[in-house]
């Protein structure tokens, strides 16, 4: 078992956590972490992109000229790839660039990300985040408190009392809450600190271990 220290809203240090080391304290594996984020990534893409084929173009459906007897060569629509206005051959079409990893792959870099934040000392833990009202000021002067000041994940239980803190950071750009069923590898990897309750904590222990 791992103990990560568990701080106050205040600033300071009020217990010490015990956590589980197949969660919290694995040798990261850096090829499921880059396939995990590589399928978000892909997944994220619309692939709307699209050209018209020969069949889609406008025009055509008359024979250019008649088959025999004018020593071209024979034609049977003006909108063949070939023409000036035709249809294009091969070209991109509407497509999903998403693909699957297996389950258990996908549970082993979320947790390489989480033990890589903790390796690193990225990884936070607070007690909780009960605002009694809706304050942005406070949120920034808690993320002051602990040199938050670039991009932070808050991972909160959703049982939690956290609706007042989830708006108060909306209009800070580098703040972001996810729930613990809602936690994936991209948003762990992309962000400078992660920041799980007391609550969350655990609770991962139960979803992802």
């Known amino acids: 078992m791992a103990t990560l220290q568990v701080f106050g809203m205040d600033g300071n240090k ?75 051959v091969f070209g991109p079409t509407p497509r999903k660039y998403g693909f699957k990893i297996n389950r258990k792959v996908a549970r082993l870099a979320l947790r390489s990300a989480l033990s890589e934040k903790v390796a690193e000392s990225k990884l936070n833990v607070i007690d909780n985040l009960n605002f009694e009202t809706i304050k942005t000021k406070q949120m920034v002067e808690l993320m002051n408190k602990f040199n ?3 991009k932070t994940l808050f991972v909160v239980d959703l049982s939690e009392d956290v609706d007042n803190a989830m708006l108060s950071m909306r209009n800070i ?5 996810l729930g613990v069923e809602e936690l994936n590898v991209y948003d762990i990897v992309n962000a400078d600190a992660v920041v799980l309750t007391s609550a969350a904590a655990k609770k991962v222990e139960e979803v992802w271990a």
């Open 148 to 150: 938050w000041t670039k």
């Open 173 to 177: 750009p580098n703040a972001m809450m």
């Open 14 to 88: 009020v217990s010490d956590l015990e956590v589980m080391d197949s969660v919290y304290g694995i040798e990261p594996n850096q090829q499921a972490i880059y396939d995990a984020v590589l399928l978000q990534l892909a997944s994220r893409r619309q692939g709307t992109h699209d050209v018209k084929n020969r069949s889609e173009v406008s025009g055509g459906g008359k024979k250019p000229w008649r088959q025999k007897g004018t020593g071209r060569a024979r034609q049977g629509s003006n909108r063949a790839p070939q023409w000036r206005g035709g249809g294009i």
